[in-house]
C-alpha cells in the first residue's frame, strides 16, 4: 500500500505555526506520538507526560476491542489545559481512553491525522509514514 510521507521537517512546521499559550501540560500516547509530544512540549517549554496505551498492531488492525491502558498512569496535580497528543486517530478510542484514565476537565486532542480536535495534516485520505515509525 502507497503511504503519504511526511518529513520530520514538515511536522515541526505545523507544530511551530500553532499557538499552544493555554496549555500547562502535553501528554504523549505511547508509543507513536513520544516523539510529536517530545517536539510539541520542547517547542512550547511545557512540562510533558506519556501515557501508554494500546490498542492497534503497527499494521493499524485493532489488536484488542477497546484501547488498554500498559502501565499505571496518574497526574500529581490539576492542570489548567492539557494537550493529549498521538501521531494517528483512526476511531478516537484511544483518545477516549487516555481521557477516561487522566481524569481531569480540560483537555485537547492533537494527532498529525485523523479524528482529533487539532489535525496537523487533513485531508490526507491513506495511511501516512512518519520518520520515527518507518525505518
Excluded: H
Aim: aromatic share 8%; proline share 3%.
Amino acid at each position: 500500500m502507497q503511504k503519504t510521507i511526511i518529513s520530520f521537517s514538515q511536522i515541526a512546521k505545523k507544530v511551530e505555526e500553532l499557538d499552544l499559550s493555554d496549555y500547562d501540560l502535553v501528554i504523549g500516547i505511547a508509543t507513536g506520538a513520544v516523539v510529536l509530544a517530545s517536539l510539541i512540549a520542547f517547542q512550547s517549554k511545557l512540562e510533558l507526560k506519556i501515557i501508554s496505551i494500546n490498542y492497534r498492531f503497527d499494521d493499524n488492525r485493532p489488536r484488542y476491542s477497546e484501547p488498554r491502558l500498559c502501565n499505571e498512569f496518574r497526574l500529581d496535580k490539576v492542570y489548567k489545559n492539557i494537550l493529549l497528543v498521538d501521531d494517528v486517530s483512526v476511531s478516537g478510542k484511544t483518545f477516549a481512553t487516555a481521557k477516561t484514565v487522566i481524569g481531569q476537565e480540560s483537555i485537547t486532542t492533537l494527532a498529525i491525522k485523523g479524528k482529533a480536535d487539532i489535525v496537523l495534516f487533513e485531508n490526507i485520505p491513506r495511511c501516512i509514514s512518519l520518520p520515527w515509525r518507518d525505518y
